[in-house]
């Protein structure tokens, strides 16, 4: 049977089987792990991706599974991101907590102080660069429109509480783990935020869903959503103004794949 890993990288065209190797060959399975070695409180999950002023559809919609299969195991998960994507959560009863670009390092404490989470998991979130820029994959500087949710990561190693990161193009927190393989293999100057376990994914959205499903095998207990419901939140956020970070469209895809696509990468972790 195919791997949990190996799903997540079908597709692969912008470099993340290059940089699977620089990772333990089960470093999906790894992230699963330590999430369930935590003790039960909150996890603050991270994401969000500007498109053009609109956040991307990749990112939300693996929190959103993320953060069903944390409530199933008793978790409180709490998402970060901009006002817009948090609206997105709030509709479904899921706890956030809104950041602004503006915030400064000692906000991103304060709220680190205030959450007080067990773990931290980033999902397609944009990290700093060498030099203190958030950048598209384009190259496009987008650090007036990104919150600087990524302090939260670097504040949270000095107070050990764990990390994890989920990434499909180098620029994202957690991308610091594989950074000097980036600068070496890609073309894009890397997130030079570290985390304890990176997942890497064809979709950053696939990551979430690898862990969900990982967690699942662990726990013995079903965690992944179904293909339905998980279609279904990608309506929701398109009609509420999420774009495809790829085409730069309203529509109901990810990174220029299809649903169909989607669809046979759900199924295949469901079976996993």
């Known amino acids: 049977m195919e791997s949990i890993e190996g799903i997540l990288l079908r597709h692969s065209a912008r470099g993340m089987t290059k940089l699977a190797l620089e990772l333990p060959v089960d470093f ?19 994401t969000g991706f500007d498109v053009g002023g609109a956040p ?29 994507v948090c609206a997105y959560f709030n509709e479904l009863h899921i706890q956030t907590r809104t950041v602004q670009p503006d915030d400064s390092d000692n906000a991103m404490g304060r709220l680190l102080d205030s959450l007080s989470p067990v773990g931290i998991v980033s999902i397609e979130r944009c990290g700093r660069n060498l030099h203190s820029r958030y950048c598209n994959m384009r ?68 990551g979430g869903y690898g862990i969900a499903a990982a967690m699942g095998r662990y726990a013995q207990e079903k965690l992944l959503p179904e293909f339905d419901q998980i279609n279904g939140f990608y309506q929701f956020i398109v009609e509420r103004g999420s774009v495809d970070g790829t085409t730069g469209r309203r529509e109901a895809t990810v990174d220029g794949f299809s649903l169909e696509t989607e669809r046979g990468v759900v199924e295949a972790l469901l079976q996993a």
């Open 28 to 46: 999906c399975a790894r992230a699963a792990r330590q999430i369930l070695s935590w003790p039960l409180g909150k996890v603050a999950l991270l």
């Open 56 to 84: 991307e559809t990749d990112g939300p919609t693996g929190t959103y599974a993320m953060a069903k299969a944390l409530m199933k195991l008793g978790f409180t998960p709490v998402v970060v991101s901009e006002a817009p």
């Open 139 to 206: 190259g496009v500087d987008i650090s007036r429109r990104t919150s600087p949710t990524d302090e939260l990561v670097v504040q949270a190693a000095r107070r050990n509480i764990p990390t994890i990161g989920v990434g499909d193009g180098g620029n994202e927190i957690g991308m610091g783990n594989v950074a000097h393989a980036i600068a070496r293999k890609l073309t894009l100057e890397p997130c030079v935020v570290t985390v304890d376990n990176l997942v890497v994914a064809t979709v950053s959205n696939w």
